[in-house]
Nanobody, 120 residues
Framework: QVQLVESGGGLVQPGGSLRLSCAAS????????MGWYRQAPGKQRDYIAL???????DYAGSVKGRFTISRDNAKNTVYLQMNSLKPEDTARYYC??????????????WGQGTQVTVSS
């Protein structure tokens, strides 16, 4: 069984930084893309960033230049470094990974999320 577990959320002041982590564990044959999404109360879940198995990255316009996604393939872990945080970044942050638990079978898996609150 595959699990994605996020960590690193918390309360931070505007202008501050946080680093989120998401570790994939369980029966994993191969991990393809890993990414981050966020959902604020009463709003839809929005895409933030994606990183391929080769390290290619993509960002939503709202976070480009402030957030950096990276991954450690040896640890099956993806990170999100968030700088210059704003109150509008407040949301629950979710990790998503497209991975294969066994050869030839790949699908998306989601973590349970970690809360990020930006407030003074």
């Amino acid at each position: 069984q595959v699990q994605l577990v996020e960590s690193g959320g918390g309360l931070v002041q505007p202008g501050g930084s946080l680093r989120l982590s998401c570790a994939a564990s369980g029966s994993i044959f191969s991990i393809y893309t890993m990414g981050w999404y966020r959902q604020a109360p009463g709003k839809q879940r929005d895409y933030i960033a994606l990183i391929s198995s080769r390290g290619s990255t993509d960002y939503a316009g709202s976070v480009k230049g402030r957030f950096t996604i990276s991954r450690d393939n040896a640890k099956n872990t993806v990170y999100l470094q968030m700088n210059s945080l704003k109150p509008e970044d407040t949301a629950r942050y979710y990790c998503k990974s497209n991975l294969a638990p066994r050869e030839g079978v790949a699908r998306d898996y989601w973590g349970q999320g970690t809360q990020v609150t930006v407030s003074s």
